[in-house]
């Protein structure tokens, strides 16, 4: 009996402590939630992009930590190691930050350290969530655990080939830093500008850290080219030395066009205000900043970004700023998902690095998130709004809906132009108002508001100018012997004269800009040159261009191109002209005496014939002589009066 109620009894301790158990757990199919889990963060400290994330990241985690509907029970920790702008630290300090069992990792800040670390992530199977690396070469298929959570450089050089596009301009001069971030931009504006049918005509690349004496050779280099549009696509430290080196050379004065990636309007914004020195070397320069919609959270995030910020620094909000603070929630809402789905935070040795144990390097403490795979596909599986806009993305990886503001400095600060966005292109209309409106709609018109260029001008500038050492077209004109007013040889300093070469120095004198040429004389001077031959050289591109009295005739039509004829096709005869009185008998000069003789034999001939076919029968041919003779007249002339009456009826009746 004692023994039955000591069972019961015993029964109902296991059953209370089964429920509490299973409380406990909290839904989580059997498997408890840590109390903490870590999360890394890989960037520069002291950069212009991490001066701006570094207190959103601190100010996100502690609002996910404060908030009970995200992670309830567990405490998000945050271990942050500094690249010190170099991509040896950087890699060591990455592999420091993944021996310590973070689940994920925020960042690289680098593209170039990205691309190492993206191996060693593969490996651990822990996921890369990088607010600032746009290397568009950053591939989901090579590298599946590195999540772009900015905009790739794709689709900015994309914009920036819209922009010049949108000015009609060939050919343009990149500017970039030689390092993984500048050649991947660089390569994607390549094939931007080709699909625009336009060139990058010279590439001209600046070592990473490189000092002002190198940038201002490779700005004296090409200047002295011919394009004078440039995109300037380096990194955010160092990019103002290249404008305040363009400004001392002159190259910031009308007639230059200078297009910066969204690194200038990072440094802009990494003050808190338009800083004067930044504002005076950049006057005229059309900047792109990645578009981030006014919710208005922005502007509650500022004091608090103040309170962390250091040394009583105001901070402002950029778009490296909200890309970092959403990278946060990002991973907040992922492992929320990953742990309701029943996954354990737990790691396992790398068989990998089982056959170096023991060695000085102590890798082994690099070990596998188990279920990394499962906590990436609830990474890529996001859709919620954040600051920067909705946080979602697409199949190739990509934030959806990417977009940038078109931005021009001038004055003492800036103003937006326009908007590119991948589904409307250029717009003068936010990206977010036109998803609900057809793209043929009369607010997308106007593509861009007006421009102030440098010089302070509104006129579009030209983009091109004959380069300094550029070789002068070469003119060819005929060496005639005859007919020679055209063209002729000249001891003049051009070598030629003629009606021909003035219409050809009046038409370039109407050019804009100047167009130095030489003209080069075609034939022996013994002869007359064969004018096909000549427009045959042309065609070979012997000569630019001929010029003279060439006629336009079809087989020479194939292989040139003519201007419009400045005279008249045809043979002319000039000769004096008489003046003469008035006369009477003006009537008789058309015709010679020789005419008028033949025409009196051919009057006596038909009234002759008349008279032999009709005297006999008719009494009104006969009589005397004279009768007969005033008869046959008579009636010459009255046949003719009513042939020509009866040729000006049916003239009429017709």
Same mark, same amino acid.
């Given at each position: 009996m004692g023994s039955a109620h000591f069972a019961a009894i015993l029964l109902c301790v296991c059953i209370i402590a089964g429920g509490a158990i299973a409380d406990s757990q909290n839904g989580t199919n059997g498997v408890?939630?840590?109390?903490?889990?870590?999360?890394?963060?890989?960037?520069?400290?002291? #950069?212009?992009i991490g001066r701006a994330a570094k207190p959103a990241i601190e100010l996100a985690v502690a609002d996910v930590n404060a908030d009970p509907t995200v992670l309830p029970g567990t405490k998000l920790s945050l271990l942050m190691q500094d690249t010190n702008c170099s991509g040896f630290v950087g890699t060591i300090e990455a592999l420091q930050l993944l021996a310590k069992d973070v689940i994920a990792v925020l960042g690289p800040q680098s593209s170039a350290i990205a691309?190492?670390?993206?191996?060693?992530?593969? @490996?651990?199977?822990?996921?890369?969530?990088s607010f600032a690396a746009s290397d568009p070469t950053l591939s989901s298929l090579e590298y599946p655990y590195f999540v772009r959570a900015t905009q790739s450089d794709y689709y900015q050089m994309s914009a920036v080939a819209s922009i010049i596009s949108q000015y009609q301009w060939r050919e343009v001069i990149a500017i970039y830093v030689d390092d993984d971030y500048g050649r991947g931009g660089i390569t994607a504006l390549g094939d931007a500008l080709a699909k625009k049918m336009s060139k990058i005509a010279y590439k001209a690349k600046l070592p990473p850290g490189a000092g002002r004496t190198a940038i201002q050779d490779m700005l004296m280099q090409v200047n002295e080219m011919e394009s004078r549009v440039y995109v300037v696509h380096v990194n955010p430290d160092s990019g103002m030395t290249v404008f305040s080196a363009a400004k001392s050379l002159g190259m910031m004065s009308s007639g230059y066009v200078w297009i910066a990636t969204d690194w200038l309007s990072a440094v802009i914004d990494s003050s808190g205000h338009v800083a004067s020195d930044a504002t005076e070397n950049t006057q005229g320069v059309i900047m792109l900043h990645?578009?981030?919609?006014?919710?208005?959270?922005?502007?509650?995030?500022?004091? @608090?970004?103040?309170?962390?910020?250091?040394?009583?620094?105001?901070?402002?909000?950029?778009?490296?700023?909200?890309?970092?603070?959403?990278?946060?929630?990002?991973?907040?809402?992922?492992?929320?998902?990953?742990?309701?789905?029943?996954?354990?935070?737990?790691? #396992?040795?790398?068989?990998?690095?089982?056959?170096?144990?023991?060695?000085?390097?102590?890798?082994?403490?690099?070990?596998?998130?188990?279920?990394?795979?499962?906590?990436?596909?609830?990474?890529?599986?996001?859709?919620?709004?954040?600051? #920067?806009?909705?946080?979602?993305?697409?199949?190739?990886?990509?934030?959806?809906?990417?977009?940038?503001?078109?931005?021009?400095?001038?004055?003492?600060?800036?103003r937006t132009i326009g908007y590119w966005s991948n589904f409307s292109g250029l717009s003068v209309a936010a990206p977010e108002n036109l998803h609900s409106v057809p793209l043929n709609s009369t607010t997308n018109d106007i593509q861009l508001h007006s421009v102030i260029w440098p010089g302070q001008t509104a006129e579009k500038p030209r983009g091109w100018v004959f380069p300094y050492h550029g070789k002068l077209l070469r003119i060819g004109v005929p060496l005639r012997t005859s007919y020679n007013e055209f063209v002729m040889q000249d001891d003049g300093p051009d070598g030629v004269k003629g009606f021909s070469v003035d219409v050809f120095k009046s038409a370039i004198s109407l050019l804009p800009y100047p167009v130095g040429c030489t003209f080069v004389l075609f034939g022996d001077g013994?002869?007359?040159? #064969?004018?096909?031959?000549?427009?045959?050289?042309?065609?070979?591109n012997y000569f630019d261009a001929a010029i003279g009295d060439i006629s336009i005739v079809t087989n020479r039509t194939r292989l040139v191109d003519f201007t419009q004829p400045y005279t008249e096709s045809g043979?002319?005869?000039?000769?004096?002209?008489?003046?003469?009185?008035?006369?009477?008998?003006?009537?008789?000069?058309?015709?010679?005496?020789?005419?008028?003789?033949?025409?009196?034999?051919?009057?006596?001939?038909?009234?002759?014939?008349?008279?032999?076919?009709?005297?006999?029968?008719?009494?009104?041919?006969?009589?005397?002589?004279?009768?007969q003779i005033m008869t046959v007249c008579w009636l010459v002339y009255v046949l003719h009066n009513i042939s020509v009456f009866q040729s000006v009826q049916v003239f009429f009746v017709i």
């Open positions: 408890s939630r840590p109390a903490e889990v870590r999360i890394g963060a890989l960037f520069t400290f002291d #950069s212009v691309h190492i670390i993206s191996h060693a992530a593969n @490996k651990l199977q822990v996921p890369l969530i990645q578009h981030v919609a006014d919710s208005g959270i922005q502007q509650s995030l500022l004091p @608090k970004l103040n309170s962390l910020t250091r040394k009583g620094n105001r901070s402002s909000f950029s778009s490296y700023t909200a890309h970092a603070y959403d990278s946060v929630w990002l991973v907040a809402h992922a492992v929320e998902q990953f742990l309701s789905a029943g996954n354990a935070v737990s790691f #396992s040795a790398n068989q990998n690095l089982q056959a170096i144990k023991g060695s000085s390097l102590q890798l082994d403490s690099l070990r596998v998130l188990n279920n990394g795979d499962k906590l990436l596909e609830k990474v890529l599986q996001a859709n919620f709004t954040g600051v #920067s806009g909705q946080v979602q993305f697409t199949l190739d990886r990509n934030l959806i809906h990417p977009a940038y503001d078109i931005l021009n400095i001038g004055g003492t600060g800036f013994l002869k007359n040159p #064969s004018y096909s031959d000549l427009v045959q050289k042309v065609s070979e043979l002319i005869i000039v000769a004096p002209a008489r003046e003469t009185e008035s006369n009477a008998w003006a009537f008789l000069k058309p015709f010679t005496f020789q005419m008028w003789c033949v025409l009196g034999l051919l009057f006596l001939f038909v009234g002759t014939v008349v008279w032999i076919l009709e005297h006999r029968t008719n009494t009104e041919f006969r009589g005397t002589p004279r009768q």
